[in-house]
């Protein structure tokens, strides 16, 4: 079966500063997806940011970017210049290419401190 | 835009009681989704609909079911409430596609509670 660890419960990071939060899954196929889920407080879940297992190149998205390791099976999450509307739960999920199930992490809880 | 929306923020049931937890989407999508959401257990698939009167069971179906009658709107069942069942439910929809076509949009949430 596959899994994705989120390692991290809880993080926090000085607002302007760079945090990264991390994700390891583990799985035996080779077509599959990496998404990372934002879930503001009271608010609805959004796409962060997704990566497709056969691009090399890591994804990018304004100030989030992604640190892809195929081979040591992490996905981490690099948020850049952070802002106080960057606090949220962030969710690390997981899709098989030609499956509609994504298997999500238990979840990093992000405080942003001014 | 896409939007999903769920039709209560909040809901308070007793035990015993069938709970129906609806949701609604504006963009023709063939997959809608159901989780429960629980700290420190992340999301878990309750039940999931690929077409009309199509479904299929997730991780964790028992104690639920699940009604797809028009393309557009999805429905949760909890037959007789339990208070185990207390958790934040999610309501997701996409279209189906390879890779990165499909991107799951989520409603707001229900949070319910069963005394």
């Not at chain 1, 035996?28 to 990372?36: A, M, V």
């Not at chain 1, 407080?41 to 691009?55: D, F, G």
């Not at chain 2, 039709?7 to 609806?22: A, C, D, M």
């Amino acid at each position: 079966a596959q899994t994705v660890t989120q390692s991290q419960p809880e993080m926090s990071v000085q607002e302007a500063e760079t945090v990264t939060l991390s994700c390891t899954y583990d799985t035996s196929e080779s077509d599959y997806y990496l998404f990372w889920y934002k879930q503001p407080p009271s608010r609805q879940m959004i796409l962060v940011i997704r990566q497709e297992a056969y691009k090399q190149q890591n994804a990018t998205e304004n100030r989030f970017s992604v640190n892809f390791q195929k081979a040591a099976k992490s996905f981490s999450l690099k948020i850049s210049d952070s802002q106080l509307g960057d606090a949220a739960m962030y969710f690390c999920a997981y899709r098989v290419g030609s499956n509609y199930k994504l298997t999500f992490g238990k979840g990093t809880l992000l405080t942003v401190n001014p | 835009d896409v939007k999903v929306t769920q039709s209560s923020r909040y809901l308070v049931k007793r035990t015993g009681e069938k709970v129906f937890l609806e949701c609604v989407q504006d963009m023709d999508h063939e997959n809608m989704f159901w989780y429960r959401q629980d700290p420190g257990l992340g999301l878990r698939l309750i039940y999931f609909s690929y077409d009309v009167k199509m479904k299929e069971k997730g991780d964790i179906p028992e104690g639920y079911s699940v009604s797809r009658e028009k393309k557009e709107r999805f429905s949760l069942i909890l037959e007789s409430a339990s208070t185990n069942q207390t958790s934040m439910y999610l309501c997701a929809s996409s279209l189906p596609g390879q890779g990165n076509q499909e991107t799951q949009y989520f409603g707001p949430g229900t949070r319910l509670l069963v005394l």
